[in-house]
């Protein structure tokens, strides 16, 4: 016996109330409970939806569905850590690197500029880094800007700002560490120090991390997607 539409409509609500929020979530684990009411309804078709779901729900035990959400957050979570390394893997080696590092290039050597013939000291580094800060907001903004609210209720929305959390040193870096290692010239690279150094490869890894997750993002959110599609069209 095939679901139907309303029947399905049926069973997300009542994983819902169940208290599992994570749209991605309650479609990984109406995939899995829709077979086995499939197998309780083909064996016996008296049965309504609605006790087969409890049925299903009883056979997980105490803490029904609780140890299969968990599962699923690791799946989703693990799934979208290797979309972050394939996709990171896969700019290093593509154009998609020119972005970081022009990013990169363009901090340092704007606060060096600014610092040399504005005598600014280091408010140069500071206001660049506050610069570079609204843009990343502003950038964040369009990568994902209508459907933010939307986004929030997926279990790889928290993943993906965990991600994002690696970004958070080398932006506090931007904005407050470049007194600690002093002037930048990226122009003449043999003058920089070790220090300066790690600091620039510090700051690119945090702007290669911010390159890609918009793609990790849309391809984690496909997974869902295609559960989605399955579901809606039944």
């Not at 995939?31 to 939806?49: G, M, Q, R």
């Not at 609210?149 to 932006?171: C, D, E």
């Not at 300066?196 to 993002?217: C, D, E, N, T």
Request: proline content about 3%.
């Amino acid at each position: 016996m095939k679901l139907t539409k309303d029947q399905i409509e049926q069973l997300k609500k009542l994983i819902s109330y169940k208290g599992y929020p994570e749209i991605d979530v309650q479609y990984e684990i109406l995939d899995h409970v829709a077979c086995k009411i499939e197998e309780l309804t083909e064996a016996n078709p008296e049965l309504s939806v609605s006790d087969a779901f409890q049925k299903v729900h009883a056979s997980f035990g105490i803490f029904g569905f609780s140890e299969l959400e968990e599962s699923y957050k690791k799946m989703i979570e693990k799934r979208l850590l290797g979309y972050f390394w394939t996709e990171l893997k896969s700019s290093v080696f593509s154009l998609n690197i020119i972005s970081p590092i022009l990013l990169t290039f363009c901090y340092f050597q704007s606060a060096y500029v600014i610092e040399k013939n504005f005598s600014f000291g280091e408010g140069s580094a500071l206001m660049i880094g506050f610069l570079f800060l609204v843009i990343v907001v502003l950038w964040w903004y369009y990568a994902f800007s209508k459907d933010f609210k939307k986004y929030k209720n997926y279990a790889l929305w928290r993943g993906n700002q965990g991600i994002l959390m690696f970004t958070y040193i080398p932006l506090q870096f931007m904005i407050q560490g470049y007194r600690y290692f002093g002037n930048f010239n990226l122009l003449e690279p043999f003058t920089l120090s070790l220090w300066q150094i790690f600091a620039v490869i510090f700051v690119f890894g945090g702007m290669m991390i911010l390159s890609v997750l918009p793609a990790v993002f849309r391809k984690s959110l496909e997974d869902t997607k295609k559960l989605e599609a399955v579901y809606e069209t039944a």
